[in-house]
């Protein structure tokens, strides 16, 4: 299979992007989201971050290109058309749906709180995040308490290390900056592979955190600290892990540490945006030079045997077997130390969808999640959607069916997409936040017509 240059990937995969915080889809609002050419209306801030941006409808469609990679994949649905609603100056990292609000998290630390008429800024926290436009660091999630007065924030802080934050909010639910405490701190020694993306988990009554393995793309396919099981890179964890714990094997260079119980999965990259629904887990795996995936796992397994999930990089990429002969950890047992090949090979979850980066027409590159429609008079009820961020194609995922559809986007939408969300404010609509700064609608086809 024919791969890009290492210098490429590493470009294509700078990405600092995290989730949807289970609230219903579709909430009515007296009008619609504003689509003119007047410059929005931003309350609570001196300086204006939102260009005035007039209606841009890109009718032009992108093509539909060939699928090489699971065999779900059913079609292609033409259709949509894509508005530009607002324009900020630095990039919007994640966008957040919780409350009847769109909170849109841009990448130097502040997060702007948007009710369908105007924005506020909710929290300006540019003194602690570390954040350049060319690398992956900056802010990365934000998740509320479902009955408690409190939130949490991710970022990369100025000492490189992943952060998570709480802070106290009022009974306004504004934000008190003097409240505040550091419940995680996580390393990074290089310049990629955060992920840092939050949910609440309703299954678990727990906070979740999906954290990259922290390793530059020119050596992720040789770091084998996604399997090590006394490391946290590399992981889906809990952050209050008093009510939930795991027990995982032992994989590690030595034996001399247990493995950690705060492990709900392993053997991940860079899982960006988790998502919960019912009893399920969806998030992807953004891959290296060969492969993308997407992952869904039944969360009574973990009940039932409290084992984490595997999910086998880096000897598996999407369905691909990757050539590695050596490894820096074994798997032990009864303080015995065997290879861990053999163990990931008969134990790695697959992926409900992955697709090769190459085809004969198209070169895609990292799959960027991804939102539920919720709406159940939608068309689009139960089906996941994500983007390829090179190709800018946008895929809905039908849980019920395990199918997949690609809806192709127009190839000149600026820059590369780092999130997506289900349009709160409007029926069967999607919020795209890219690299350029742009905040844009898609209004998704007719599936059956």
Request: with cysteine; net charge negative; aromatic share 14%.
């Amino acid at each position: 299979m024919k791969k890009c240059s290492k210098s490429l990937l590493f470009f294509l995969l700078i990405l600092g992007c995290g989730g949807s915080q289970g609230d219903e889809n579709i909430i009515n609002t007296p009008e619609e989201i504003q689509e003119t050419s007047e410059t929005t209306k931003i309350d609570n801030t001196e300086e204006s971050v939102v260009e005035e941006v007039k209606d841009e409808t890109f009718y032009q469609e992108g093509d539909c290109y060939e699928w090489i990679g699971s065999a779900n994949h059913v079609g292609c649905i033409k259709g949509s058309s894509v508005v530009s609603m607002n324009k900020f100056d630095i990039r919007p990292n994640n966008l957040i749906h919780d409350r009847g609000n769109l909170y849109i998290l841009l990448g130097d630390g502040k997060i702007y709180k948007y009710d369908g008429y105007t924005y506020q800024e909710f929290l300006n926290i540019e003194e602690k995040v570390s954040f350049n436009p060319n690398e992956e660091a900056g802010l990365f999630g934000l998740v509320f308490h479902p009955t408690e007065k409190y939130m949490l924030v991710s970022y990369s802080n100025k000492e490189n290390i992943l952060t998570v934050e709480k802070y106290t909010l009022d009974n306004f639910s504004n934000v008190s900056l003097l409240e505040s405490e550091i419940l995680l701190s996580i390393p990074n020694s290089n310049c990629c592979h955060w992920a840092g993306d939050m949910i609440w988990s309703d299954y678990f009554n727990d906070f979740l955190i999906g954290v990259g393995d922290m390793e530059e793309n020119d050596f992720s396919f040789i770091n084998h600290e996604p399997l090590d099981t006394t490391s946290r890179r590399g992981k889906i964890l809990f952050l209050n892990s008093k009510n939930n714990f795991s027990n995982p094997p032992l994989i590690s260079e030595t034996n001399l540490y247990p493995p950690r119980e705060d492990i709900l999965g392993y053997g991940l990259r860079n899982p960006w945006k988790l998502y919960e629904y019912k009893n399920l887990l969806i998030f992807p795996d953004i891959g290296y030079a060969s492969s993308e995936e997407l992952n869904i796992v039944n969360l009574d397994k973990f009940s039932t045997t409290k084992e984490p999930f595997l999910f086998g990089w880096p000897l598996f990429e999407g369905s691909i077997k990757n050539d590695l002969n050596v490894t820096e950890v074994f798997y032990w047992e009864n303080n015995i130390s065997k290879s861990v090949f053999d163990y990931v090979y008969e134990n790695s979850v697959e992926p409900k969808v992955h697709y090769d980066h190459q085809t004969e027409e198209i070169y895609r590159a990292a799959l960027i999640g991804g939102d539920l429609m919720l709406d159940p008079k939608s068309e689009y009820y139960e089906n996941y959607f994500f983007v390829d961020y090179l190709t800018k194609e946008m895929f809905a995922y039908d849980l019920l069916e395990n199918t997949i559809r690609t809806i192709p986007l127009p190839a000149e939408l600026p820059g590369n997409f780092h999130s997506l969300l289900i349009n709160p404010f409007e029926k069967d609509s999607v919020l795209l936040a890219n690299s350029s700064g742009y905040l844009m609608k898609v209004s998704l086809p007719k599936l059956n017509g």
